[in-house]
T-cell receptor, first 112, second 114 residues
Framework: QKEVEQDPGPLSVPEGAIVSLNCTYS??????FMWYRQYSRKGPELLMY????GNKEDGRFTAQVDKSSKYISLFIRDSQPSDSATYLC????????????FGKGTSLLVTP | DGGITQSPKYLFRKEGQNVTLSCEQN?????MYWYRQDPGQGLRLIYY???????QKGDIAEGYSVSREKKESFPLTVTSAQKNPTAFYLC?????????????FGQGTRLTVV
């Protein structure tokens, strides 16, 4: 079993919809949780970062971490065609330095 | 502009040849990383370097080599020993090695073996 599981999609939604992206993990030592957005043929860019459990909101984006369920989510409100990209979750543990464990990424398409 | 520059963007290599991918950063970051991304796969760590003149193997280092002679440069050589080198290669850097530190990525090099 991979340490980080993420449904690759693709996920297609109409413009304005609320999008929910999720990852599950098996390593209870993970404490740092990140979401990266990657446009086609580009490098990933950090979208959201949370430490331990809880919620974090930034504009239309909300990241949630539920450590008891080993489950993280990224919500996108009022989705736009420009949100069409691959979303990668990544996480790291306190005792592993920076080493990030990535999910496979979920491909999102927001249609006008 | 500060950032990470990878070159070339596209690279073609014949089987049996070594090839070197360039990665330069002007962010004054200590740590640098090389990842490989295959279709439908997440990023897998090849090598990382926490400081100049030091580097460590990641999860899939076989068939690859790196050097870190300068803080701003972390070239990756894909050797002929790498059995399946066709992939998208991403270089990243972070200010330090501490957990949770943000990594900044370059735009990637797409390597194709012909």
């Amino acid at each position: 079993q991979k340490e980080v599981e993420q449904d690759p999609g693709p996920l297609s939604v109409p413009e304005g919809a609320i999008v929910s992206l999720n990852c599950t993990y098996s390593n209870s030592a993970f404490q740092y949780f990140m979401w990266y957005r990657q446009y086609s043929r580009k490098g990933p860019e950090l979208l959201m970062y949370t430490y331990s459990s809880g919620n974090k909101e930034d504009g239309r984006f909300t990241a949630q971490v539920d450590k008891s369920s080993k489950y993280i989510s990224l919500f996108i409100r009022d989705s736009q065609p420009s949100d069409s990209a691959t979303y990668l979750c990544a996480m790291s543990a306190l005792n592993s330095g920076y080493a990030l464990n990535f999910g496979k990424g979920t491909s999102l398409l927001v249609t006008p | 502009d500060g950032g990470i520059t990878q070159s070339p963007k596209y690279l073609f290599r014949k089987e049996g040849q070594n090839v070197t991918l360039s990665c330069e950063q002007n962010l004054n970051h200590d740590a640098m990383y090389w990842y490989r991304q295959d279709p439908g796969q997440g990023l897998r760590l090849i090598y990382y370097s926490q400081i100049v003149n030091d580097f460590q193997k990641g999860d899939i280092a076989e068939g690859y080599s790196v050097s870190r002679e300068k803080k701003e440069s972390f070239p990756l050589t894909v050797t002929s020993a790498q059995k399946n080198p066709t992939a998208f290669y991403l270089c990243a850097s972070s200010i330090g090695w501490q957990p949770g530190t943000e990594a900044f990525f370059g735009q990637g090099t797409r390597l194709t073996v012909v």
